[in-house]
């Protein structure tokens, strides 16, 4: 009877066939329209990635064809890009006569030069980034005391960070006041003396050259200029 009636129940209250099936078909109506959408962004940014590539190939193109522009045709001798044995001429012979040379002067930067990094001239510091570190390379570390790289160049490129008497103003008041401060408290003045009693703890330090373990030297005291008697050649 127990199981009769739980089986009745279930089939009654709980597990309704008729809502599963309603529930299971707005899933599979839900899931295509999910899948419709997501199929739309995948194109939509396929598109976009094919238009920054044509973008950026047509950049480099103009780049080629600016940095290239001593290649163009002129009217006596034809460029390398305008064959005359082609019945029309090439492509980017048509781009060098569009394009502007190449400027050498030092305000104007391309744009693929203004990516690089100006490392080499030190013009700005480095920026330390916080994402990710990349692997380390295997390599053996040279032998010697040296630091870290990132160590050196975080104290070669430290944030200067100057003292009051720096960064103040000359004609500023408290650095007016500290100066007087400085000559009414003055700390290198030595301690007058007189002469009798100036040199009293002192202690005698001979001079290495007169005394010694081999007696003292008679030259400069008694005499000024070195006799040997024994390599006389005569008495006289």
Known sequence: IQKMWRGYYVRKYIHNYYALKKYLAAISVNNEIVRNELQEY?????????????????????????????????????????????????????????????????????????????????????????????????????????????????????????????????????KKEFRREEWRNCIHDNEFLPFSSYHKNEKYDPSIHRSGKYGQEAYGIKHFREVQPKKWVADK
């Open 42 to 174: 995948t194109e939509m940014k396929e598109n976009e990635e094919k238009r920054k590539d044509l973008e950026k190939k047509e950049m480099e193109r103009k780049y080629q064809a600016r940095k290239m522009h001593y290649l163009l045709s002129t009217e006596q001798i034809a460029g390398i890009y305008n064959s005359p044995f082609r019945k029309s001429p090439d492509p980017m012979e048509l781009l060098l006569r569009k394009s502007k040379p190449l400027s050498h002067t030092r305000q104007e930067k391309s744009s693929f030069a203004s990516e690089l990094y100006g490392w080499p001239t030190c013009r700005k510091p480095p920026t330390f980034s916080t994402a990710q570190p990349l692997p380390p390379i295997v390599r053996q570390k040279p032998q010697g005391p040296f630091r870290d790289t990132a160590e050196v160049l975080r104290q070669r490129y430290k944030p200067l960070e100057p003292t009051f008497h720096v960064a103040a103003a000359i004609n500023s008041p408290l």
